[in-house]
């Protein structure tokens, strides 16, 4: 048997029922667990922001080891979009070794996230994705994005030490 | 019976729709009004709550207006017509009127959008929320129309060899027809079987519809959707059943099991339990589930600013968008996802039916 010890910080206090109260409390904390969220406005694709979304979850401990996710058609009609988007952040994931399908189609999580290639690089590329898009948008070209950064290694490294 | 008890019969009818229609602006949820996306706080707004009282009462006045031209000039109000012309003047108008509110809230919306750049956030859980119904409903219809087919089969050797299959509305028989299995069992073949089959395919395709209404909130809506749709699919069933059991009371009458005299109240007492049944439950869980919704820490504010996918706020056109069924803005229950080819092929197919059935009925 094992106490989750995160389970208030994970989904407590936020948690008001409202309107009416014939909802189970335990329907919405069983729920609260992975909420996926995505700003359509956000440059960076659609996809991306699943794929982070997810493995985001993963490392904050929400969605764990063999917890099923839904089918894209399912996914994309609940966000209202083209199941396509979601299909493909699965296929990354799934390519990744994160996912997996099972026997019965069911798409579970494989992998913690310290064990993948996307787990250690991906999550940093997708934080710096944002970054480098705006500066390319703000007209720096490739040399300039990279000379920033250069030079912000050191300058960083150097405080670090 | 005299033709009196038929305007008075329209005059319902058309006063019921009033009814109906007049309870829609408070079924529709606080963050979505006249087909509107709404900051919560809009809600109790003097002029919004004006708006809906406005609908509220056009809808019941206009309505009592043509009933009551129904019921003192129905005898001048050419034939069968009278009753469809009416109520589809009555819902132009109440469109025009609708249409003129969902302008005047997208002005008072604009009024108070005044924070930030738009959002457009969409949002939901990943954890699967139970929406399943107990599958036996699906057989309930089908099980009717077996013991209308078995009643039928038990009752043929019996039944004269010409029988009438058509009344006019004071129970006397205008159209005769000789016996053979199919005349005998025509409605339950032609109206049971299909209805069933319908009615049944729409309630599992409700099941599947999973559009978040208001993204604040994923987790509530995502409750309150599949709580939605899991009512509306016993709605659904409930329907079936009534219809299954106007074909069994219908066909009693035609088998002489019934006196004729009671064909308009054996068709219209079910009828009359469709509409209750439908408001009870749309004001019970709301449009879209929102009144069993949970405040799962949403701000109330919006974060989805879709009103461009949704013209006049009744049409919803989104091409990013795979489904085929979303809920309504405006009204109880489900619309099409007019980007879909899907969606045009079922559209065609919701007009063709009626208009098929019609030319059958008049070329007959």
Redesign the interface.
């Known amino acids: 048997m094992s106490i989750d010890v995160n389970a208030k910080e994970r989904h407590g206090g936020?948690?008001?029922?409202?309107?009416?109260n014939?909802?189970k409390n335990h329907?919405?904390e069983?729920?609260?667990?992975?909420?996926?969220?995505?700003?359509?406005?956000d440059p960076r694709p659609l996809y991306m922001q699943i794929v982070e979304s997810?493995l985001r979850?993963i490392e904050n401990n929400r969605?764990k080891l063999g917890d099923?996710?839904?089918s894209s058609?399912?996914?994309?009609?609940?966000?209202?979009?083209?199941?396509?988007t979601v299909n493909r952040a699965y296929e990354i994931l799934i390519h990744d070794g994160i996912l997996q399908i099972d026997r019965k189609k069911r798409i579970t999580i494989a992998r913690g996230i310290s064990e993948s290639a996307i787990g250690r690089i991906g999550m940093w590329k997708m934080k710096i994705w944002g970054m480098i898009e705006e500066m390319i948008s703000a007209g720096f070209s490739k040399t300039d994005i990279l000379m920033v950064l250069s030079s912000l290694i050191g300058d960083v490294a150097e405080g670090y030490n | 019976m005299s033709a009196e008890i038929l305007y008075i019969i329209d005059a319902a009818v058309l006063l019921m729709i009033g009814f109906v229609l007049s309870v829609v602006p408070y079924i529709n949820p606080p963050f979505i009004q006249f087909g509107v996306r709404l900051p919560e706080e809009v809600y109790s707004n003097r002029k919004l709550v004006m708006l809906r009282r406005i609908y509220s009462s056009a809808s019941i006045a206009i309505s009592a207006f043509l009933a009551a031209i129904e019921y003192f000039f129905g005898s001048v109000i050419p034939g069968y017509l009278s009753l469809i012309g009416f109520v589809l003047i009555y819902l132009i108008l109440m469109l025009v009127i609708y249409l003129k509110i969902h302008y005047t809230v997208m002005k008072i919306k604009r009024t108070f959008k005044s924070t930030g750049t738009p959002n457009d956030i969409v949002a939901t859980t990943l954890t699967d929320v139970d929406s399943s119904v107990n599958p036996l409903i699906f057989v309930l219809p089908w099980a009717a129309v077996a013991i209308i087919l078995a009643v039928g089969l038990y009752l043929y050797p019996s039944l004269p060899s010409t029988f009438p299959d058509h009344f006019n509305a004071q129970g006397v028989a205008n159209s005769f027809e000789s016996k053979t299995l199919l005349s005998v069992l025509s409605s339950v073949l032609f109206i049971g079987v299909p209805v069933s089959a319908l009615l049944d395919f729409l309630a599992i395709a409700v099941l599947r519809v999973g559009q978040i209404q208001d993204p604040s909130r994923p987790i509530g809506s995502k409750l309150s959707i599949k709580r939605f749709n899991r009512v509306n699919a016993y709605l659904l069933v409930f329907i079936a059943l009534i219809v299954d059991s106007i074909i069994f009371l219908t066909s009693l009458v035609m088998w002489q099991i019934i006196p004729r005299g009671l064909v308009l109240i054996v068709t219209l007492l079910p009828a009359l339990c469709i509409i209750p049944a439908v408001m009870i439950v749309a004001l019970k869980v709301g449009q879209g589930g929102w009144r069993t919704m949970a405040r799962d820490g949403g701000s109330g504010k919006i974060v989805r600013d879709d009103d461009r996918l949704w013209k006049g706020g009744i049409i919803y056109y989104n091409p990013e968008d795979s489904s085929i069924l979303v809920p309504k803005r405006f009204g109880y229950g489900y619309t099409l996802n007019m980007a879909h080819p899907v969606s045009w092929l079922v559209f065609v197919i919701i007009v063709l039916v009626p208009v098929a059935i019609f030319v059958f009925v008049v070329g007959v």
Do not use: C
Request: aromatic share 4%.
């Open positions: 936020e948690m008001k029922l409202g309107y009416h014939d909802v329907d919405v069983n729920a609260g667990r992975g909420v996926i969220t995505l700003d359509l406005n997810i979850l969605m099923s996710l839904p058609r399912k996914l994309s009609g609940e966000l209202g979009i083209n199941y396509h």
